[in-house]
T-cell receptor
Framework: QQQVKQSPQSLIVQKGGISIINCAYE??????FPWYQQFPGKGPALLIAIRPDVSEKKEGRFTISFNKSAKQFSLHIMDSQPGDSATYFC???????????FGKGTKLSVIP | NAGVTQTPKFQVLKTGQSMTLQCAQDMNHEYMSWYRQDPGMGLRLIHYSVGAGITDQGEVPNGYNVSRSTTEDFPLRLLSAAPSQTSVYFCASRSGRGNSPLHFGNGTRLTVT
């Protein structure tokens, strides 16, 4: 089973602050690096993803940073809002990935 | 566009009972999968299918059966429920290869007493 290590397990951030979640992986064949967002009572949904041809991708307040040599990628949430309070999962994969491994999740709480 | 639909939303079973969790998708996705989510454990793959008639085991397959007779449907069967199967179950599908996004249903919360 490929290892995917996500940190931290939980995160409390003040409204307006920056939230940073990290994901480390082992398989150098991975070429798709997504972050999923899950609200209570709902299924996870794709938030943002990056492919290895770029080192950073920004969508609104959400940015993925990718470090190929370190086999890590991170989610940055700028100007964090209470509505961002959710659990976030990473799940890196490659073209031949049928058995995806998810990180154990980060529970983010943004307090007013 | 409904996406991935799971039924029921909630279910309570007694130990030893059987049941089927239903999953249907209307996106013509070849790949479908079942995950269970437990506190502190993240999402763990139970079974997956790469097309009608083709299924395979994931990380935690014991106690569960699947079949895939159509592209749209991928039911998960518990033959003899055990308290250890108390969990939230998610069905997910995707088009194309492994490097494409998963689309999840909203889950079935199962309690086995």
């Amino acid at each position: 089973q490929q290892q995917v290590k996500q940190s931290p397990q939980s995160l409390i951030v003040q409204k307006g602050g920056i939230s940073i979640i990290n994901c480390a992986y082992e398989n150098t064949a991975f070429d798709y690096f997504p972050w999923y967002q899950q609200f209570p009572g709902k299924g996870p949904a794709l938030l943002i993803a990056i492919r290895p041809d770029v080192s950073e991708k920004k969508e609104g307040r959400f940015t993925i940073s990718f470090n190929k040599s370190a086999k890590q990628f991170s989610l940055h949430i700028m100007d964090s809002q209470p509505g961002d309070s959710a659990t976030y999962f990473c799940a890196p994969s490659g073209a031949g990935s049928y058995q995806l491994t998810f990180g154990k999740g980060t529970k983010l709480s943004v307090i007013p | 566009n409904a996406g991935v639909t799971q039924t029921p939303k909630f279910q309570v079973l007694k130990t030893g009972q059987s049941m089927t969790l239903q999953c249907a998708q209307d996106m013509n996705h070849e790949y479908m999968s079942w995950y269970r989510q437990d506190p502190g454990m993240g999402l763990r793959l139970i079974h997956y299918s790469v097309g009608a008639g083709i299924t395979d085991q994931g990380e935690v397959p014991n106690g569960y059966n699947v079949s895939r007779s159509t592209t749209e449907d991928f039911p998960l069967r518990l033959l003899s429920a055990a308290p250890s199967q108390t969990s939230v179950y998610f069905c997910a599908s995707r088009s194309g290869r492994g490097n494409s996004p998963l689309h999840f249903g909203n889950g079935t919360r199962l309690t086995v007493t």
